[in-house]
């Protein structure tokens, strides 16, 4: 079954350990453009200057 044409989703996204799937967008050259799921630090001590 192809997934082309349908937007992907963390659904199907296994993050290693302290990590989230989250669904950023990319630049996009031909649409349907949607956001890609990547895997990121859920580390939440955010520091902001």
């Known amino acids: 079954?192809?997934?082309y044409g349908q937007a992907p989703s963390?659904?199907?996204v296994?993050?290693?350990q302290g990590e989230e799937c989250v669904?950023?967008?990319v630049n996009?050259?031909?649409p349907p453009c949607y956001p890609?799921?990547?895997c990121e630090s859920n580390n939440k001590?955010?520091?902001k200057g």
């Open 45 to 47: 001590t955010t520091t």
């Open 23 to 25: 669904l950023r967008k």
């Open 14 to 16: 296994t993050c290693n």
């Open 10 to 12: 963390c659904q199907d």
């Open 36 to 38: 890609f799921p990547i």
């Open 1 to 3: 079954t192809s997934t």
């Open 28 to 30: 996009c050259f031909l």
